[in-house]
């Protein structure tokens, strides 16, 4: 089972960037379609951002779609989420995990999918 480590969290203001890193160990990191998660204090995890195995895919929220950008290097078992003009409603804690089933969709949004999920890193934006 693969295992995942997030990094790169922390404190800033609206309109900063930030990049978000997983560090994963495991022999077939490079096998799974990988996504971000985020989760405010109070509400439901949700769905930020996803990329496929060989990062030809990829798929965004459309809170975020056109700031945030996902990418991986497979060869440093790394996966990254590049975080720009950021806004107070961006905080949250952020995960990273990797999907473990695909039968019911190989593109999944839903958390029920991904098996391996990381402790988490907070980012807090102020305004």
């Known amino acids: 089972q693969v295992q995942l480590v997030e990094s790169g969290g922390g404190l800033v203001q609206a309109g900063d960037s930030l990049r978000l890193s997983c560090a994963a160990s495991?022999?077939?990191?490079?096998?799974?379609?990988m996504a971000w998660f985020r989760q405010a204090p109070g509400k439901e995890r949700e769905f930020v951002s996803a990329?496929?195995?060989?990062?030809?895919?990829?798929d965004y929220a459309a809170s975020v779609k056109g700031r945030f950008a996902i990418s991986r290097d497979n060869a440093k078992n790394a996966l990254y989420l590049q975080m720009n003009s950021l806004k107070p409603e961006d905080t949250a804690i952020y995960y990273c995990?990797?999907?473990?089933?695909?039968?019911?969709?190989?593109?999944?949004?839903?958390?029920?999918?991904?098996?391996?999920w990381g402790q988490g890193t907070q980012v807090t934006v102020s305004s």
């Open positions: 995990a990797a999907q473990t089933r695909y039968y019911t969709n190989p593109y999944s949004k839903v958390t029920a999918d991904f098996g391996s």
């Open positions: 990329i496929t195995w060989n990062g030809g895919t990829t």
């Open positions: 495991g022999r077939t990191f490079s096998s799974f379609r």
